[in-house]
């Protein structure tokens, strides 16, 4: 084995500088989004109790990345962003502002199959607010991930949003047992994807009669951009039924509250489920106008039970999350060729003769004390390699110091996409790039 | 086991909002620096084949978390960040600039002893050049780690620097077998914390005889602030050493490339070591002056042979680098109390009147896009709830609507340091705010 070169494991990435410049580019216009919203920054570890973890995600958690450490202790590798927010928050909740609004941009780690695009590490970049049942915090969420999503110059998007306890009522309504809801949703999740004749036969499975999905699918039909044209699918069943009537009711909040936060393209979509299981109130999602087929790009929605849940109080403490899915994202970006490589380094000083080094060494510094990116060429050598360095880093212009430069106090600032060049004098130089 | 709350794991963190905030702003600032030297930002996975880690970190090796995956795989997580950046050159080598100046921040794993401050997950921050041998190379590392910490604010530093062929040539000369040299090393490298005493028990445990180690700290003595000062203690020896005079003509190039870039306070110390096993030419180690018991606060050097090492072909591919001991650093400015958790919402808009919520959001999302960072009190309630959300969140000035205002078309921009406060037309705001 030991001639052989090690490998990355299956589902892993490595990202070389080109993509991960893009990577930072796109972070710190999402944080910076976060941010003009109030958020704070929080980051948990990659290792939990597994106990912490486990029961929280449903029929995925085998998924997960679980081991005994050297301390016997069982712990797993972070599995998403939301769980652990909700054991920071259950420790700290006396010392936090209320509500609490904090982002996280972290890696987590799934043992998925690696087929379809999917890695077993992939970042996650998630708002959530703690603390609140207002309708506004709801559409906070929904209104920073646009912004963030603007910023990042994504183009036209659509955002789709529902209640859950508007699928829940329909359900209660058509007297389908509570145990079936959590796989009744899954399989409206994957209506997209799958289409909806596969999603019926996975109703008949989730223990849906025919007529029952028949119903369903009548009432979830609607789609409206406003909450009273949602409410006359419903007349004639949401005054008898509470979970209807609060779904109907906080829905209508939340549109009110997007429109006053000026978020575009808004749909209700009543058949809109998302898989998680621990969904209790809005669910939402946005999808990219120029490539549906991708999926969607972010979603969240409302948990008031999970933190409770995770703490192990089981008392009712409101939460709700959106999450941008920032590698499907970059696929999407990459697909649409919106993302370009843009090089960090200003200036290559080219290094022709060893005698001249203490001449270099001082330019190469000055242009770093102005704040300019600069690098010197390591070797004493010919232009050709100094060319295809600079090439190779995307660098576009050169300082090049020879000893008639030196006597006459100039040097010659180089274009290396134009190859025109300029006598300049040395104390120029820095002027001039700067004001390029 | 259900009410009981979740726990962290022994030995790992949250970073909370202020916290959190801090380490951005420090990560940042350390970019900066980097980028300006022409590093350009990288990013391998937290795990690895435990093939590819195993055999490269000595006895230390046993703290790796290594576990089997869900496919039987030996996988471990990530130890440091030179080993998987040397598995990436392997594999790319043909694509990369030459040379290639790579830097990256991130965490990473080892199940150390939790006393002494030491922590199972922590940050690293590298620098790392690959594929030149020259003496700049060497000396750019040191320079940028020098500046990244100018710009951390950290105060005055010490250099300290030297060269392992110095050490291997004084040892080759006492006749000391080089199967001892890494336990002599390791042992070197505890002079600081352990003190003369306690080290010559160890070289003796080292194989060395009390004579021998008599006359290495005889030679090792010296202490320069150039190469000259440093080759008068060696006149004898060094002409017929061949480790020797390499060691001391490397040393000699850095220190001038070192003097050409600007790098101040470096002092040569012909003892130190540095404990990893891996480095074969220029080390060097960084101390806070005002904080000298803190121990290093950055450190590295060259590696030639890791390289070609990890990718089994046994070429010798040179590499140096420097790191950041960013957690020592971040626990020493706390301790000289440099570092002040800066809030980052510039504004809180107070929510009094839930008739009045189109008005508010309307202004929130004003500020919002003209670029401030603004936040909207979520619950109708009375001042009071509002005052204590801004002070938890140190924000420091509010926006107060009322129906009086609305009407005549103002806003009172309160000041929530001073309590004073004064009328505003609400387009006159976001100047007013943004000239603060």
Redesign the interface.
């Known amino acids: 084995?030991?001639?052989?070169?090690?490998?990355?494991?299956?589902g892993?990435?490595?990202?070389?500088?080109d993509k991960?410049?893009t990577?930072?580019v796109l972070f710190a216009k999402i944080?910076s989004a976060f941010?003009?919203?109030?958020f704070?920054?929080?980051?948990?570890?990659?290792?939990?109790?597994t106990?912490?973890l486990s029961g929280k995600y449903g029929a995925e958690e085998k998924?997960m990345?679980r081991?005994?450490?050297?301390?016997g202790?069982s712990?797993a590798?972070r599995y998403d962003l939301t769980v652990p927010l909700a054991?920071?928050y259950?420790?700290?909740k006396n010392i936090?502002?209320?509500?609490f609004?904090?982002y996280a941009i972290g890696?987590v780690?799934r043992?998925e199959n690696t087929q379809r695009g999917r890695f077993r590490?992939f970042y996650q970049c998630d708002v959530d607010?703690v603390g609140?049942t207002?309708a506004?915090?709801d559409a906070?969420c929904v209104?920073v991930i646009t912004?963030a999503l603007t910023d990042m110059g994504v183009g036209d998007f659509a955002v789709r949003i529902n209640n859950r306890k508007i699928i829940d009522g329909v359900l209660k309504f058509l007297n389908v047992p509570e145990k079936n809801f959590p796989a009744v949703l899954r399989a409206l999740d994957k209506l997209d994807k799958q289409g909806e004749k596969k999603v019926r036969a996975e109703l008949l499975e989730a223990g849906l009669k025919p007529d029952q999905t028949k119903k369903l699918f009548e009432y979830l039909a609607g789609s409206a951009t406003n909450a009273k044209g949602l409410l006359d699918g419903f007349s004639e069943i949401v005054s008898e039924n509470k979970d209807l009537a609060e779904g109907v009711g906080e829905l209508s909040d939340v549109l009110?509250?997007l429109a006053?936060?000026?978020v575009k393209n808004v749909t209700v979509d009543l058949k809109l489920a998302r898989g998680l299981d621990y969904y209790t109130g809005t669910v939402c999602e946005v999808v990219l106008s120029r490539l549906p087929g991708l999926g969607s790009i972010a979603g969240g929605g409302r948990y008031d039970n999970l933190v409770g849940n995770?703490?192990?109080?089981k008392e009712i403490i409101p939460a709700v999350g959106m999450s941008i899915g920032i590698e499907r994202l970059i696929e999407g970006l990459e697909e649409l060729d919106i993302l370009e490589y843009d090089s960090?380094?200003d200036i290559l000083v080219f290094n022709l003769d060893g005698k001249l080094?203490?001449a270099?060494?001082?330019t190469?510094?000055a242009l770093?004390k102005s704040?300019?990116?600069?690098?010197?060429y390591?070797?004493s050598s010919g232009m050709d390699k100094q060319f295809k360095?600079a090439e190779?880093?995307k660098i576009n212009r050169a300082v090049i110091i020879g000893e008639e430069e030196i006597r006459s106090g100039q040097a010659i600032l180089k274009d290396l996409v134009t190859r025109k060049q300029k006598k300049i004098k040395i104390e120029s130089l820095i002027k001039e790039l700067k004001n390029i």
């Open positions: 084995m030991s001639s052989k070169s090690p490998q990355l494991l299956k892993f990435r490595d990202f070389g500088p991960m410049q990577r930072l944080r941010e003009r919203f109030g704070q920054p929080m980051e948990t570890p990659a290792l939990e109790y106990e912490t998924l990345y081991f005994k450490d050297n301390g202790r712990v590798m054991r920071f259950s420790s700290n936090l502002p209320k509500p609004k904090r890696p780690w043992a590490e607010i609140s207002s506004i915090s906070e209104a912004e009110d509250a006053g936060l000026q995770v703490s192990g109080s960090r380094s080094l203490p270099y060494l001082n190469v510094t770093r704040g300019l990116n600069a690098e010197l390591f070797e360095y190779k880093k």
